[in-house]
């Protein structure tokens, strides 16, 4: 889904698991939030896909901090984490246009921490500050930091495997969003189970070669 669906949806879905549950809504939708807010929605994910289909949507809601529940942003930039940090995001998501490969996601990380550890250096960080709209203050939740720990960020893009899960958490996500294809394998449950479990076991060898087993992926 890349807009709010029905509400009904939303708070049918809500009223029947005890997970929490994600909206997204329109760049900007700041009606549709309040919808998804009102109907039970645990977080709501100001969603790119939507950007092309509506004219107009590149503003961000800006007072997502002050809303009741957490807002999730794709992001593909360091200018991006900050600025939608500066909006009150607490979840940020490696930002996606169409469906792609772990690789992709991966590329994306690695280009956030080499921008990191680039302004980490206060000539490099003041020299690109004088053409962005961010500020010096915007800096300090990156000021000192050797990885991308020092941000909320979540992989997203091509997670459906224990090992895709380790990957994202050796390059210190703060967690994953998986991959809906987890659906098609030919053991989801233990498939889920076994990537819930990596997410703490990633470091663990032994632990992932026994969660990569029996979780019933598809080679072609």
């Known amino acids: 889904m890349s807009r709010l669906v029905d509400p009904r949806v939303t708070q049918a879905i809500a009223n029947s698991v005890l997970i929490p ?18 109907v039970g929605s645990n977080f709501v994910d100001e969603c790119e896909y939507a950007v092309a289909a509506v004219a107009g949507a590149t503003v961000f809601i800006k007072n997502k901090g002050a809303q009741p529940v957490p807002f999730i942003c794709g992001v593909t930039s360091l200018a991006d984490c900050l600025r939608r940090l500066k909006e009150g995001a607490k979840i940020l998501r490696i930002k996606q246009t169409a469906a792609v490969r772990v690789d992709a996601t991966l590329a994306t990380l690695k280009k956030l921490l080499a921008e990191v550890i680039k302004y980490q250096d206060e000539k490099a960080r003041k020299l690109w500050l004088r053409s962005s709209v961010l500020e010096e203050a915007d800096f300090d939740r990156i000021r000192g ?51 819930v479990a990596a997410v703490s076991s990633f470091d663990d060898m032994d632990k992932m070669i026994d969660l990569s087993i029996g979780t019933g992926e598809r080679f072609v």
């Open 21 to 38: 549950t994600v909206a997204k809504i329109s760049i900007g939708h700041y009606i549709e939030a309040d919808v998804a807010i009102e």
């Open 145 to 195: 930091a050797k990885d991308l720990s020092c941000l909320p960020l979540y992989g997203y893009g091509g997670i459906s495997t224990p090992r895709d899960v380790a990957l994202m958490m050796d390059m210190k996500c703060t967690g994953v969003f998986v991959d809906n294809t987890v659906f098609t394998s030919d053991n989801p449950r233990n498939r889920l189970k076994a990537i």
